[in-house]
């Protein structure tokens, strides 16, 4: 039976979820509260994860080890590092990797984490179609698949964003991504990350950002509950 675990970093991230969810109850483990319940005709397990790479591991192996999850998506928003995508825009991964890991010391590319194949965490090829799929249902003509940057630090000045393309060729950039992809390779579940513009990682996004979070959030939230809904069929 399949059963999707659904991680969001903040409130604005999961409270569409939460409140669509059917046959909800919650059980706190190492202080995130974890929702089960039925989403869109499917079984789920939706948490907020909060902050941060670290936050988000710890919630992928709980929902591994307790919640006995089949696939694993990210939703929630993201930060333009492309000229092409607008606030509002959706992202589906590709890969993800971390902008902010740093062997190079070592030998070793730049993002690349010592044991792992590569220096991106690859996406599950059928959860990026379905999830392409229900983005352009949602919102047509506004999806793209990339690479999604991971670090722990909200970019909001240009030279950054700069060196952050150079080193990932990513399409957006945001906290947790990265470390989600990471656990569930490790984890072999399938996993995928869905993420919506809110900013533009540069001068301008301490400004747009407060305008634009919840929009951005809600959008993707509502694709994530699009992506459920097929997965169910």
Do not use: W
């Not at 991230?13 to 046959?23: N, P, Q």
């Not at 490790?186 to 869905?194: A, F, S």
């Amino acid at each position: 039976m399949k059963k999707l675990g659904i991680i969001g970093a903040m409130e604005q991230e999961v409270e569409s979820l939460f409140g669509a969810m059917e046959e909800k109850q919650s059980v706190t483990v190492a202080g995130s509260t974890f929702y089960e319940g039925k989403l869109s005709g499917l079984e789920v397990v939706v948490v907020r994860c909060g902050v941060g790479k670290v936050n988000a591991a710890i919630c992928v192996q709980i929902l591994c080890d307790r919640f006995g999850i089949t696939h694993l998506v990210n939703t929630g928003i993201a930060g333009s590092l492309s000229a092409r995508l607008d606030i509002g825009d959706l992202v589906v991964s590709q890969d993800a990797m971390y902008h902010d890991f740093d062997c190079v010391h070592f030998g070793y590319p730049h993002g690349k984490v010592p044991g792992m194949d590569g220096e991106a965490f690859p996406a599950d090829p059928a959860l990026v179609r379905l999830a392409l799929a229900a983005g352009e249902a949602v919102y047509p003509g506004h999806v793209c698949s990339g690479r999604v940057a991971s670090g722990d630090q909200f970019v909001a000045d240009a030279a950054v964003k700069d060196q952050i393309v150079a080193h990932t060729g990513a399409l957006c950039t945001e906290m947790e991504g990265a470390a989600i992809a990471h656990a569930a390779y490790r984890n072999q579940v399938p996993c995928v990350i869905i993420r919506a513009i809110s900013d533009k990682a540069d001068h301008s996004a301490s400004m747009d950002y407060p305008a634009f979070e919840r929009l951005a959030a809600h959008r993707c939230a509502s694709v994530t509950m699009a992506l459920a809904a097929q997965l169910a069929e």
